[in-house]
């Protein structure tokens, strides 16, 4: 079956770590652009980073910046989200997804939940402070 499985969600502290996998079966993600989301409650999806099928591109969201580190492993079909510091402002669902894309050299991937196509089921993360 084609899907994305994410892992990796847990309850930490304020300040703790985290690292999510995505992690696509039955088809071949190292093509394709791939983003982090969460969500909260009824809010919209909200971008978190993103990544090119090369990794080379990559782009985050501002509240991401600095704390968290999207990175890729084509060789386990895999994409990663590499949590520090998180913040009582951090916990939501986080659903990875990717857009079908192969994006050419000078075109980033994209940070709009509707510019992707498939998505993974979430994982939980919870910050207690």
């Known amino acids: 079956q084609v899907q994305l499985v994410e892992s990796g969600g847990a309850s930490v502290q304020s300040g703790e770590s985290l690292r999510l996998s995505c992690t696509a079966s039955?088809?071949?993600?190292?093509?394709?652009?791939v983003a982090w989301f969460r969500q909260t409650g009824g809010n919209e999806r909200e971008a978190v980073a993103c990544?090119?099928?090369?990794?080379?591109?990559?782009r985050y969201a501002d509240e991401a910046q600095g704390r968290f580190t999207i990175s890729r492993d084509n060789n386990k079909n895999t994409v990663y989200l590499q949590m520090t510091s998180l913040k009582p402002m951090d916990p939501a669902v986080y659903s990875c997804?990717?857009?079908?894309?192969?994006?050419?050299?000078?075109?980033?991937?994209?940070?709009?939940?509707?510019?992707?196509?498939?998505w993974g089921q979430g994982t939980q993360v919870t910050v207690a402070s």
């Open positions: 039955e088809f071949t993600l190292g093509h394709y652009s």
């Open positions: 990544i090119k099928g090369d990794g080379k591109g990559i």
């Open positions: 997804a990717t857009d079908w894309l192969v994006l050419p050299d000078g075109v980033n991937c994209p940070m709009k939940y509707y510019e992707y196509d498939l």
